[in-house]
Nanobody, 117 residues
Framework: QLQLVESGGGSVEAGGSLRLSCAASGAANCRYVWMWYRQAPGKERTFVSSIDGVDSSTYADSVKGRFTISRDNAKNIVYLQMNSLKPEDTAMYYC???????????WGQGTQVTVSS
C-alpha cells in the first residue's frame, strides 16, 4: 500500500528557507502526479505546487518565484524548496499523489512550517 511521509518542516524567520521532502513507499507500480498543498489554521487546504512525470510543474501565484518543486524518481521523493519565506506561508504542508489508479492516490500526514516576522 502506498504511503507518503513528509519531512523538513520547522520554524524560520521571514526571508529564510526550508526544503520539504515527501517520500513514497509501498507501491512500486504506481504512476502519479505529485502535489503539495497547505492549510493554515482556520482556513481551507489550498494548492501550492505540482510536478508530473515529465517534470512539468505548476505553482500557486502566491509562491511563484519563491518555491521550487522537484522530484527524484530513483528515490521516489518529491521536494519543495521554499525561499524568501513570509509569515503568510505558515501552514501545515501536505504532499499528495494523484493517479488514474485509485489505489495510488494518497495524502501524507503533513509537516508544519512556521515563519515568524
Amino acid at each position: 500500500q502506498l504511503q507518503l511521509v513528509e519531512s523538513g518542516g520547522g520554524s524560520v524567520e521571514a526571508g529564510g528557507s526550508l526544503r520539504l521532502s515527501c517520500a513514497a513507499s509501498g507501491a512500486a507500480n504506481c504512476r502519479y502526479v505529485w502535489m503539495w498543498y497547505r492549510q493554515a489554521p482556520g482556513k481551507e487546504r489550498t494548492f501550492v505546487s505540482s510536478i508530473d512525470g515529465v517534470d512539468s510543474s505548476t505553482y500557486a501565484d502566491s509562491v511563484k518565484g519563491r518555491f521550487t518543486i522537484s522530484r527524484d524518481n530513483a528515490k521516489n521523493i518529491v521536494y519543495l524548496q521554499m525561499n524568501s519565506l513570509k509569515p503568510e506561508d505558515t501552514a501545515m504542508y501536505y504532499c499528495k499523489t494523484v493517479s488514474t489508479s485509485w489505489s495510488c492516490n494518497r495524502w501524507g500526514q503533513g509537516t508544519q512550517v512556521t515563519v515568524s516576522s
